[in-house]
């Protein structure tokens, strides 16, 4: 474990990422900063820049539109950082398995773009906030292993 | 000698000092915040860790800055504040030779405002170029309530521009201080870039503004300049206005008046919604501008008069 890695698990800073959601998920991420949750007992704070992130919360089947956006955020954010892919849809496609316009899941994209961004997965449809911040602590701890 | 400039410089009260007091004080704002909210908060190391973070990740220049002034400014916030700082706590201590002079100490205050400016200008980003103009309509509207307040307070202290000179007895105990000591308290509350004056960092509009292209160390300049500016703007209040501190059971008591201050100033933070640019103009030159006006004109007539009490 090196310093940079603990670092990021002490304070992580989401930045939120729609790639064409149903808006379902964004509000549970939103929950998880709400007082029963609060996600700021770990040192995690919503940011509004990708430069200041530390984990990309991303949602939705990443629509044939928004991936070259994702794919700009990805080139913009500081490194280390990891991506969370909240929900189903992000996850697998979920009910957009076969629709024309989705080009997911989100796993595929990013590492596509750079095989090196750790990906975690938080499935549910959508995940309880429970579920987030749990997957969340567990990308975290994953990034402990990883030398950067 | 050398040696005890050393000490004042980098252990008490320069860096090491300020440092820690800030980041207990910033571990304050989130946590007042938070129980204002009904949450737990923040531990108390939080903000040391985003530093420590923030030192840790990469650090991207943009192709559009203006390279040199984007990497040399942020360290503009905490060289001024950390000269501030020593000023103000050598100055409460009257064993000393130094000689605090509240000119200098005015010049070096506006110094991390003006980082976040320039940082702002030179990142080459439309929303950071943005929000320095905004923050820079925000000097503007400050600037001129607190030097009115802090002129009403010099010449109700009667003590020259010597900072050792307000310690002596509380200005605000009289009208004319307290009148300044409202107005400068707003001003403080501007510079810290808190709400309702924080159009320049509306994170909800132009998302974080002037630090908006900023990452890893140089944003953490900037943390650690905001962090700063938290110890040193309400002890610049309890100094000038409060009546300052000293050695023994005097310490802890201006720790308490210090711990008052930034308390208050949280609660007005979570309390009021933001205003814009126009109306924060209004609020400062219209508002809070005539009260420290009327402070000074309190403050010269009691002198003439020799009233104590004005």
């Keep these: 474990m090196n310093w940079k890695s603990w670092g990021i698990s002490k304070s992580p800073w989401l930045y939120h990422v729609n790639t064409g959601s149903c808006n379902n998920c964004d509000i549970e991420v939103v929950d998880c900063l709400t007082p029963k949750f609060d996600v700021e007992r770990i040192g995690g704070k919503l940011v509004g820049s990708p430069r200041h992130a530390d984990v990309l919360m991303v949602t939705g089947p990443m629509t044939r539109k928004s991936k070259p956006r994702f794919e700009r955020i990805l080139e913009a954010s500081a490194r280390p950082f990891i991506v969370a892919a909240v929900g189903t849809c992000a996850c697998s496609k979920g009910i957009f398995h076969d629709a024309y316009n989705c080009v997911g899941p989100v796993r595929k994209v990013t590492e596509d773009f750079d095989e090196d961004i750790m990906v975690v997965n938080i499935p549910g449809c959508p995940p309880r906030p429970e579920a987030i911040i749990e997957g969340l602590d567990a990308g975290l701890k994953a990034l402990k292993e990883v030398e950067i | 000698m050398v040696g005890g400039l050393v000490f004042d410089f980098f252990v008490f009260p320069g860096l090491l000092f300020t440092l820690s ?200 300049l900037f943390k650690i300049s905001h962090l700063m500016a938290l110890l040193v703007l309400p002890l610049f209040l309890v100094t000038v206005f409060l009546g300052g501190f ?41 508002g809070a501008a005539p009260l420290a006006l009327l402070a000074l004109v309190l403050a010269v007539v009691g002198n003439l008069a020799g009233i104590g009490w004005l």
């Excluded at chain 2, 600037?143 to 010597?162: D, F, K, M, Q």
């Excluded at chain 2, 023994?248 to 007005?268: E, F, S």
């Design chain 2, 21 to 220: 007091a800030g980041v207990i004080a910033s571990w304050l704002v989130r946590k007042v915040s938070a129980l204002v909210q009904w949450r737990v908060g923040p531990p108390l190391l939080q903000p040391a860790y985003d530093i420590a973070k923030l030192f840790g990740k990469e650090n991207i220049i943009p192709e559009e800055s203006l390279e040199w002034s984007y990497l040399l400014v942020p360290l503009m916030g905490p060289a001024g504040l950390l000269l501030s700082s020593i000023i103000l706590v050598k100055a409460n201590y009257p064993g000393t030779s130094f000689v605090g002079d509240i000119i200098v100490l005015l010049y070096l205050l506006v110094l991390p405002g003006l980082a976040v400016v320039l940082g702002g200008m030179s990142s080459g980003n439309p929303l950071s170029s943005l929000g320095s103009n905004r923050e820079l309509k925000l000097i503007i509207a400050y600037e001129l309530p607190l030097l009115l307040a802090v002129t009403a307070a010099i010449v109700n202290a009667g003590g020259g521009l010597r900072l050792a000179g307000f310690t002596s007895e509380p200005v605000v105990a009289s009208i004319s201080g307290a009148f300044g000591f409202i107005a400068a308290l707003l001003c403080i509350q501007a510079e810290l870039g808190f709400i309702p004056f924080d159009s320049p960092e509306a994170e909800t509009e132009i998302m974080g503004g002037p630090l908006i292209e900023y990452s890893g160390p140089l944003l953490g």
């Design chain 2, 246 to 286: 000293s050695t023994g059971w005097g310490a802890l008591w201006g720790a308490l008046k210090y711990v008052l201050v930034l308390v208050g100033i949280i609660l007005i933070k979570n309390t009021n919604p933001r205003l814009r640019s126009d109306q924060a103009l209004k609020f400062f030159w219209y």
